[in-house]
């Protein structure tokens, strides 16, 4: 009849990790179909119950201003504090929980706020999880202590790490994560983008270990023997660094992790960089893992978003071009007008798409014109917004639906605010639209925004910990920090003003540059302030109240910090 009775996310090929191989399953769903009716009509109807529920949401009350910090309170309970992360093996990066944990913590909710994501942040970033030689985070660890990876390394994972470790660097100034988020981006350059510019999927876990046998990490895995052949003299100095010993610690092979010993002092990691690019040459030509090269709208727009902040918080402009090239490609390529189609490869676009591709794609037309002042990439995102209200909004209970009004008919059309491994869509509109709120003065925007948080409060306060990006972005809607620059781009005091929103590292920000011909919208609380004697200015306004001019960059870096 077409109904699902039965499902699941992953399965490897064999099994492994407690998982069942894949033709495993499909013997035991085979076995039970023939065999098992009753089950299955039970299962068909328990399914069809939870998928009906996750659509059918009945607006409660607004979410209570403290929703953020009470949430931060309860994640902590779920932190491991020696090993970092949240809650047990399997352990996944879970960005959104510790990007509200960090804010929590910049906030002065404790220090132990902050222990708990830099203790997650270290491990993640020493651990075998991470790809010490070529950059890039795999998906997630097997284990407590983030030694033993699942190989597979996905494009949003990495998208969501760049700009979480971007966002500890301008919190600690700790060179680990700068060069984290550099060796990563790294990784992307080399591996990842297309010939036109856009950011393709994942790589898969799996390869040919040069006889023929596809294992999985057997493209990043070491003996003893290969490190003393490759590094010579200076193999011990690695081996002890990167935990590599004759029994190994993984299958007999070696994950190369710094779990031990952690971030050596300057001049050894200047040592360890010259062996790790010898061992990265020498590990180019064996057998390469499967490279997914579709182009995704909503993961490239994570991406996006992603360098285009860690470009101006590292003052790397290259970073920001290649986040608008991707971008470029694809309006250029994935849109009809002002719909998006969710895919692209080899030539071949899908017609559908979902909700999380406009809001990440609109979410990243954002964090473009932030960073480069292009008012078109404004026009872009209301644009999207516009097609998901149209097409994707529920006019009688609030918040987006997944699928469009005309995509194929689903058992159910869904509608959640739950993260995955990705974002929740509507946890994102909510900055969306908050921003476009505050960037427009259109109150549509503000009204959409706190519809959803309505929407899903019954949700939200029933499990708040799987709503990490709805509860911070209606933080955002409601304690912004709106920064406004009257001056020109390219000016030098002006850049430099930007130059400190960047480092302020602040996560609730909506920031505005205007010459001095310009105006800001009605009822925004800077509008018709402008520059003092001529010089670039700024306003820092919380709520309906404004700051003092300023003139100077210094005295701009005070009023932004510490907070969000």
Request: hydrophobic share 40%.
């Amino acid at each position: 009849q077409g109904e699902p009775f039965w499902g699941g996310t992953y399965f490897p090929a064999t099994p492994k990790y407690g998982r069942p191989g894949f033709t495993d399953v499909l013997v035991a769903v085979e076995n039970t179909f023939r065999n098992g009716k009753d089950k299955i009509e039970q299962n068909r109807l328990a399914i069809q119950e939870a998928l009906t529920r996750l659509s059918d949401k009945q607006p409660g009350d607004a979410l209570p201003d403290d929703l953020a910090d009470r949430t931060a309170e309860q994640l902590m309970q779920a932190v491991d504090m020696r090993y970092g992360g949240i809650g047990q093996a399997p352990k996944f990066p879970h960005v959104p929980d510790l990007d509200l944990l960090w804010r929590a913590h910049r906030r002065g909710h404790g220090d132990s706020f902050g222990r708990a994501v830099l203790t997650s942040a270290d491990a993640m970033a020493e651990g075998g999880i991470y790809d010490h030689l070529g950059g890039g985070w795999a998906r997630y660890s097997v284990d407590q202590i983030w030694l033993v990876p699942h190989f597979e390394k996905m494009l949003y994972d990495n998208s969501q790490l760049i700009e979480h470790y971007t966002r500890l660097w301008l919190g600690t100034g700790r060179d680990l994560y700068r060069r984290r988020v550099d060796e990563t981006i790294g990784w992307l350059i080399r591996e990842m983008t297309t010939a036109d510019g856009a950011f393709c999927s994942s790589l898969d876990a799996d390869s040919d270990d040069g006889t023929g046998h596809s294992e999985e990490g057997a493209f990043y895995v070491w003996n003893e023997a290969e490190i003393d052949e490759a590094l010579g003299e200076d193999s011990e100095l690695f081996k002890e660094h990167y935990g590599v010993s004759v029994e190994g610690n993984w299958e007999g092979k070696t994950i190369l992790n710094r779990l031990a010993k952690g971030e050596p002092d300057a001049a050894t990691e200047a040592r360890l960089a010259v062996l790790r690019a010898q061992l990265l040459e020498i590990r180019a030509p064996r057998h390469r893992p499967g490279l997914d090269d579709k182009v995704l709208a909503d993961w490239n727009g994570l991406m996006i978003r992603a360098l285009a902040r860690a470009g101006a918080a590292f003052s790397k402009p290259e970073w920001v071009t290649m986040a608008r090239r991707a971008f470029d490609h694809i309006v250029a390529t994935m849109t009809d007008g002002d719909r998006l189609k969710h895919s692209a490869r080899d030539g071949r676009v899908l017609d559908v798409a979902m909700l999380d591709d406009y809001s990440h794609m609109a979410d990243a037309a954002l964090a473009l014109h932030e960073v480069t002042g292009d008012a078109t990439l404004i026009e872009n995102a209301r644009a999207w917004v516009a097609t998901a209200l149209a097409h994707y909004w529920d006019d009688r209970a609030g918040g987006f639906f997944f699928t469009a009004d005309n995509a194929e008919a689903l058992i159910v059309r869904t509608k959640t605010a739950l993260d995955n491994a990705t974002p929740s869509g509507n946890g994102t509109m909510v900055s969306v639209l908050s921003r476009l709120w505050h960037l427009t003065g259109e109150d549509t925007y503000r009204a959409h925004a706190q519809a959803i948080g309505t929407t899903f409060s019954q949700d939200v306060l029933a499990n708040p910990m799987a709503h990490a990006v709805l509860i911070s972005n209606l933080d955002l809607l409601n304690r912004v920090m709106q920064v406004v620059i009257v001056g020109s781009r390219g000016e030098q005091m002006t850049d430099a003003m930007l130059s400190e929103v960047w480092q302020a590292g602040r996560q609730d920000t909506v920031v505005s540059v205007i010459t001095s011909g310009e105006t800001l919208p009605d009822g925004h609380p800077a509008t018709g302030k402008g520059q003092v004697d001529g010089l670039a200015t700024a306003y820092v306004c919380e709520g309906p109240v404004c700051s003092l001019p300023v003139t100077a960059a210094e005295p701009l870096a005070t009023l932004l910090a510490p907070g969000g």
